[in-house]
């Protein structure tokens, strides 16, 4: 019977294919912001269901907002929303993309 593969071995394998791995890599600031959001409720001490209420809206939405999911991206005034409610500010910055030959022929 053969050994099952870990998800590390899976997650290694797949990222070797380059056009994988640049989906994954295209993912990472979406990932960062949804784990600083988190970090951030869990640091005040707060469930989804309290925040929930702090910002007047269902538990399901915070799921959905702190939840990784392309098709569902947040507007920037409910990310400013979550932050106000555990006393942050939100900043935007916007860095020049490195040339490569795709975009500077």
């Known amino acids: 019977m053969s050994k099952r593969p870990t998800f590390e071995a899976f997650k ?3 990222l070797s294919d380059p056009e994988v791995r640049a989906e994954y890599d295209a993912l990472e600031d979406d990932y960062q912001l949804k784990r600083r959001m988190i970090a951030m409720r869990k640091a005040a001490g707060l469930t989804q269901e309290q925040m929930a209420e702090k910002l007047g809206t269902k538990k399901s939405s915070i799921s ?3 939840s990784i999911n392309a098709e569902n991206s947040p507007r920037l005034a409910t ?3 979550y ?3 555990l006393g942050y500010v939100t900043k935007v910055e916007f860095d020049p ?3 490569t030959d795709d975009l500077h022929p």
């Open 79 to 81: 990310i400013e929303d």
């Open 64 to 66: 959905r907002l702190e």
């Open 83 to 85: 932050a106000r409610v």
């Open 12 to 14: 290694a394998e797949a």
């Open 97 to 99: 993309i490195p040339p």
